[in-house]
């Protein structure tokens, strides 16, 4: 199995901050990794696939990168709407794996 | 507009089995691979199986392997997971999701239906 593992597991920045969330894994793929965000209390939402697309419909602020065994989230302006947890998840191997999470939090 | 909406989650004993059910609308269910994911309470998210469009091809975690059985039924639109011999880790809330059409991430997630396993 491929192991994820994400940093920082807790994150407090302020509105308009540049965030980056990375993630690596425990074997080297490319392309088939995802970014979701989720908020208490419902079910996640795609942000990145393919390790640097934008799902249609998320701002632009957010983007992906990355390859080999280490992949990033940035986020280039913390807006209100963006404190929640984000997963990141490989889909080139079952089972499909995600790391631990990172919380975004208000400073 | 596209929904998945779950429902059979509850409260059931060690050793026990439930049939989870997901029903979609607003999208041609058959031309998509589904998921089920579950998220342990205060935890992560885990990939649990998934089916191909017609059923032909099925994955699971280990964890549930042997346990587990996903299936699904076309006409009705409908995605299933029937757990049997339940434990305590098994407790979750429980998400159906849908495949991206260009790969395997999921663009289309239920609510969730919570599974407690408990005596």
């Known amino acids: 199995d491929i192991q994820m593992t994400q940093s920082p597991s807790t994150l407090s920045a302020s509105v308009g901050d540049r965030v980056t969330i990375t993630c690596r894994a425990s074997q080297s793929f490319s392309t088939w990794l995802a970014w979701y965000q989720q908020k208490p209390g419902k079910a996640p939402k795609v942000l990145i696939y393919k390790t640097s697309s934008l799902q249609a419909g998320v701002p632009s602020r957010f983007s992906g990168s990355g390859s080999g065994t280490e992949f990033t989230l940035t986020i280039s302006s913390l807006q209100p709407d963006d404190f929640a947890t984000y997963y990141c998840?490989?889909?080139?191997?079952?089972?499909?794996?995600f790391g631990q999470g990172t919380k975004l939090e208000i400073k | 507009e596209e929904h998945l909406v779950e429902s059979g989650g509850g409260l059931v004993q060690p050793g026990g089995s439930l049939r989870l059910s997901c029903v979609a609308s607003g999208f041609t269910f058959g031309t998509y691979w589904m998921n089920w994911f579950r998220q342990a309470p205060g935890k992560g998210l885990e990939w649990v199986a998934k089916?191909?469009?017609?059923?032909?091809?099925?994955f699971y975690v280990n964890s549930v392997s042997g346990r587990f059985t996903i299936s699904r039924d076309n006409g009705e639109s409908s995605l299933f997971l029937q757990m049997n011999s339940l434990r305590a880790e098994d407790t979750a809330v429980y998400f159906c999701?849908?495949?991206?059409?260009?790969?395997?991430?999921?663009?289309?997630w239920g609510q969730g239906t919570l599974v407690t396993v408990s005596s």
């Open positions: 089916i191909r469009m017609d059923g032909g091809e099925r």
């Open positions: 998840q490989q889909y080139t191997s079952y089972p499909y794996t």
């Open positions: 999701a849908r495949d991206a059409m260009r790969g395997g991430e999921c663009d289309c």
